[in-house]
Structure formats: structure tokens, C-alpha cells
């Protein structure tokens, strides 16, 4: 089991940024591809980005390429996602997660273990 906890949501103005952070804790060596996904209310989970173990190789939604960046440290058991000009469509719970494949994967059905969500509510 891998446990999943988020942290640095907040509200922030548009145009503005926040980093998001995941620690992992547990049986991390079984971590490959972690990855984040954010949920709108009555919409569903969708794909953010991902970053393989090694963090050689990313990807993007398109909706927040050139915006967005993953990174993580394997050292840390840590995954960030930098937001940068932040948009209100970007509002959203984001969950970060860990896929225990080596694969880089964009759907929310490859992923084994989430977290609880942090809330990102950015005002126009």
C-alpha cells in the first residue's frame, strides 16, 4: 500500500501561482508514474500531468501545457505540480496519484493508490 497526502491548495487571484506538493509514505518502492488529476464539481476526474519514476519524461494536458509543471523527488517521496498564471476554469480539487507501472499513463483508471485532494479556487 502507498499512502497519498496533498498540501499547498489555497485561493489565489487569476494570474497568480501556487505549488502543490504529495508525499508518499508506505510501500514507495512500488511507486512508477506519479501523476495529478483535478475533479470541477459535476464534472469528472481529469488528467493533469504525469512524470515517470525517474522524472526524464513528462505529460501535459493541453489545457495547462506552458502553464503547469510536474517534477518530483525520488529522495523526498515527493511529487510537485508549479501552477503558474493560474485561470478561474482552473478551480478544482486536485488529486495527485501513483500508478505502480512504469508506463506513463493519463487516465485515471491505470492509477492504483490517490490522496484525499486539495482544494485550488482561483478568482477571476
Known amino acids: 500500500q502507498v499512502q497519498l497526502v496533498e498540501s499547498g491548495g489555497g485561493l489565489v487571484q487569476a494570474g497568480g501561482s501556487l505549488r502543490l506538493s504529495c508525499a508518499a509514505s508506505?510501500?514507495?518502492?512500488?511507486?512508477?508514474?506519479m501523476g495529478w488529476f483535478r475533479q470541477a464539481p459535476g464534472n469528472e476526474r481529469e488528467f493533469v500531468a504525469a512524470?515517470?519514476?525517474?522524472?526524464?519524461?513528462?505529460s501535459y494536458a493541453d489545457s495547462v501545457k506552458g502553464r503547469f509543471t510536474i517534477s518530483r523527488d525520488n529522495a523526498k517521496n515527493t511529487v510537485y505540480l508549479q501552477m503558474n498564471s493560474l485561470k478561474p476554469e482552473d478551480t478544482a480539487v486536485y488529486y495527485c496519484a501513483v500508478d505502480r507501472q512504469f508506463v506513463l499513463r493519463t487516465y485515471a483508471g491505470a492509477y492504483d493508490y490517490w490522496g484525499q485532494g486539495t482544494q485550488v479556487t482561483v478568482s477571476s
Open positions: 508506505g510501500r514507495t518502492s512500488s511507486s512508477g508514474t
Open positions: 512524470i515517470s519514476r525517474s522524472g526524464s519524461s513528462t
